[in-house]
């Protein structure tokens, strides 16, 4: 046997390959198959995703949320504007947006600089839309795009 190894290395890598390519088709791929299948993962909610840019009060409340923590976190001494609506905003669903805006920042020189933003944040309160524009409801998940942040 060990002979066989030394004189024929490729023919065992191939036939080792061969079965882990097996093992893959008739083992591994039948188990994520049905977990796909499954509920395991399904979520419900009456706020559906979209893979296309949408505006809707959630969105727009979003946007608010995540310009208010933004200006937040800033310095106090710099100056900032934000534009009335999101250059883009998403909803992934389950009440998880990323929206995608712009900043205008003047520092004490007055030199006015513009850098757009993504921020992604979820509304925790799901179906119940009492508390929607009260901050602490939402999770603000991650920022991106502005220095100092």
């Not at 909610?45 to 505006?55: E, M, N, Y």
């Not at 009335?84 to 998880?96: C, E, H, I, M, T």
């Amino acid at each position: 046997m060990k002979n066989f190894l030394k004189k024929h290395p490729f023919i065992v890598l191939v036939i080792g390959l061969a079965l882990l390519i097996l093992f893959q088709k008739f083992a591994v791929m039948p188990l994520v198959t049905d977990v796909i299948k499954s509920d395991a993962f399904l979520v419900d909610s009456k706020d559906q995703g979209s893979q296309l840019p949408i505006s809707t009060e959630m969105t727009t409340i979003a946007f608010t949320h995540c310009n208010n923590y933004i200006k937040s976190e800033l310095d106090s001494d710099l100056a900032v504007t934000f534009t009335d609506k999101p250059v883009k905003a998403w909803s992934l669903g389950n009440y998880q947006f990323l929206i995608n805006g712009d900043i205008h920042i003047a520092d004490q020189s007055g030199k006015m600089t513009t850098q757009r933003y993504v921020c992604r944040i979820t509304y925790n309160n799901g179906d119940n839309q009492e508390g929607v524009l009260d901050f602490d409801n939402w999770t603000l998940v991650g920022l991106s795009g502005i220095e100092g942040i």
